[in-house]
């Protein structure tokens, strides 16, 4: 009798234990929200003579994790605060950042922000993932995957991704040499690259 009352405990003590390993393992989605401060987002664009480079601004956004994993979110880019980083001289650096603003690149006075939503992210190797989404420039949406490194989450979820942009496929053509012949050494590159690095907190 003692020994039954022992292996029937055993048992529900096994039961036990694996109910809440299930439950631990299949935890409730968590949204940790973007935290603008701690998060960077630098641009490099290359042109046949050489490049520029600069920063854009997250304005805000968030991100789902479940199972400590993130498996959906959104993202928000402030392009009406584009910066140029790597001319010194005042004036040149205005008309450049001038020029990125107008219509013949990302028209910010019509459209301020680009917005990438998350939706799928699949795992490669220990934190090494390929995240897919559809990016918003200039009223336009194309579906996009990248290369993210995203450490598991804890208290906060940081990713840092390197993401390769063709301009062309949001109407921004100019100097193109896709679309335009006999530019020389003035044709511009159609793609261009964000190096991010977004921190969210719960």
């Known amino acids: 009798m ?17 109910a809440s390993s299930f439950i631990s393992a299949n935890k409730a989605a968590v949204v940790y929200k973007i935290n603008p401060a701690q998060s960077s987002v630098k641009w490099v664009g290359k042109k046949v003579t050489g490049e520029h480079s600069g920063n854009v601004t997250i304005s805000g956004g968030s991100l789902t994790v479940t199972n400590n994993s993130i498996t959906a979110g959104s993202v928000d880019i402030d392009l009406a605060n584009l ?14 950042v001038g020029h990125l603003k107008s219509a013949d690149f990302f028209n910010t006075a ?29 009223g336009i949406t194309n579906p996009i995957t990248f290369p993210a490194v995203i450490p598991a989450a804890t208290d906060k979820v940081t990713a840092t991704a390197v993401i390769t942009i063709d301009r062309t496929k949001y109407d921004i053509k100019y100097r193109s040499a896709s679309f335009f012949g006999d530019l020389g050494d003035k044709a511009i590159d159609n793609n261009f690259i964000l190096n991010a690095n977004v921190i969210a907190n719960k």
Do not use: C, H, R
Not at 3 to 9: G, R
Not at 84 to 95: E, L, Y
Not at 115 to 130: A, F, R
């Open 83 to 96: 910066t140029v980083t790597d001319i010194t001289d005042a004036a040149t650096n205005a008309k450049l």
């Open 2 to 18: 003692i020994k039954q009352t022992v292996t029937l405990l055993m048992i529900a003590g096994a039961a036990v234990f694996a």
């Open 110 to 138: 019509v459209y301020p922000k680009a917005t990438l939503v998350i939706t799928s992210v699949k795992l490669k190797t220990k934190d090494n993932y390929d995240v897919t989404g559809n990016l918003t420039i200039k």
